[in-house]
């Protein structure tokens, strides 16, 4: 199964941004998807995941700044961001797996990744 993300760039503070991730095999309805995201020398973090059940979840960092959703008929996965800050510059990298709840935050539950995405926010 490819991942493949899109959508990252360049946005000032406070503006918003919208990255796609879509995957190559079956439906994304059937799997739980997730957004991570990672700076240099820093591991990867949780940013947000929409289980197959429908349940959302963010990171406190961006609850409230940025959504996840879905569109099943285009097979695809956003993250929409707004009120972008500095802080939020990072490689962000789409998770595609079938994953116990618990885990819905680690990195390691999920099977298949994305490249990953540059977001760049500056003043």
């Known amino acids: 199964v490819k991942v493949v993300e899109s959508g990252g760039g360049l946005a000032q503070i406070g503006e918003s941004l919208t990255l796609s991730c879509g995957i190559s095999?079956?439906?994304?309805?059937?799997?739980?998807m997730a957004w991570f995201r990672q700076v240099p020398g820093e591991g990867r973090d949780f940013v947000a995941a929409?289980?197959?059940?429908?349940?959302?979840y963010y990171a406190e960092s961006v609850k409230g700044r940025f959504a996840i959703s879905r569109d099943s008929n285009k097979n695809t996965v956003y993250l929409q961001m707004r009120a972008l800050k500095p802080e939020d510059t990072a490689v962000y990298y789409c998770?595609?797996?079938?994953?116990?709840?618990?885990?819905?935050?680690?990195?390691?539950?999920?099977?298949?990744w994305g490249r990953g995405t540059q977001v760049t926010v500056s003043s």
């Open positions: 998770a595609a797996g079938t994953v116990i709840l618990s885990r819905t935050r680690d990195e390691t539950g999920y099977y298949y």
């Open positions: 095999e079956g439906s994304i309805s059937r799997r739980d």
């Open positions: 929409r289980r197959r059940d429908g349940h959302l």
